[in-house]
């Protein structure tokens, strides 16, 4: 069982769209993390968010952290073939020493 | 240069052989990571180290052990590797704190037969 449950594990869409993508956990976070994954390249940093119910805004990417810090949420709104990827939230675990976990990644394909 | 460097970026290893994965950092971090990738499981944490002298397992430790040679350096062996060890890998280093970003490594993609 993973720590963070990610929601969908695949989602494809037309160009134009809106999606949200969730990241889903029993525990409590002191913070959680948005990564962006290219093929053959490791995971890159889009947002971190730290406080409970903070939302933050990446051009048409928007974060949102949950109340009590056990989840998170990833917004698109107007999706591009750009924004295709695999998308993977992480946490700094709060009852793990601050180690970094992942969820099992969304992977997005935006069609033309 | 890379910040983070993994070496190699890709091995086929024999059932049962010894192999070793290098990360090396000039991000000047005292944290490193060692994540293991497969598909539909995301990233999975298999040791962490927060400085030179610390070691930590993570979730799936079973089967690999580290080395942490200096402050730049964490290396990843797997004693006797089994082809359920076929996976991609990556290192990552971190500065201490809550919230800091995790720096990855281009992955080595390691095939057991």
């Known amino acids: 069982t993973q720590l963070l449950e990610q929601s969908p594990q695949f989602l494809s869409i037309q160009e134009g769209e809106n999606l949200t993508v969730y990241c889903n956990s029993s525990?409590?976070?002191?913070?959680l993390q948005w990564y962006r994954q290219e093929p053959g390249e490791g995971p890159v940093l889009l947002v971190t968010?730290?406080?409970?119910?903070e939302v933050k805004k990446l051009k048409r990417l928007t974060f949102q952290f949950g109340d009590a810090r056990k989840d998170s949420s990833l917004h698109i709104t107007a999706a591009q073939p750009g924004d295709t990827g695999l998308y993977l939230c992480?946490?700094?675990?709060?009852?793990?020493?601050?180690?970094?976990?992942f969820g099992q990644g969304t992977r997005l394909t935006i069609n033309p | 240069d890379a910040d983070v460097t993994q070496t190699p970026r890709n091995r086929i290893t024999k059932t049962g052989k010894r192999i070793m994965l290098e990360c090396s950092q000039t991000?000047?971090?005292?944290?490193m990571y060692w994540y293991r990738q497969d598909p539909g499981l995301g990233l999975r944490l298999i040791y962490y180290?927060?400085?030179?002298?610390?070691?930590n397992k993570g979730e799936i430790s079973d089967g690999y052990s580290v080395s942490r040679q200096a402050q730049a350096k964490f290396s990843l062996s797997l004693e006797s590797a089994i082809p359920n060890q076929t996976a991609l890998y990556f290192c990552?280093?971190?500065?201490?704190?809550?919230?800091?970003?995790?720096?990855f490594g281009q992955g080595t993609r390691l095939t057991v037969v």
């Open positions: 180290s927060f400085d030179v002298k610390d070691i």
């Open positions: 968010v730290v406080t409970g119910g």
């Open positions: 992480a946490g700094a675990w709060v009852q793990g020493a601050q180690k970094l976990v």
């Open positions: 525990s409590v976070f002191s913070s």
């Open positions: 991000k000047g971090h005292d944290r």
């Open positions: 990552a280093t971190s500065a201490p704190g809550m919230n800091t970003e995790a720096f």
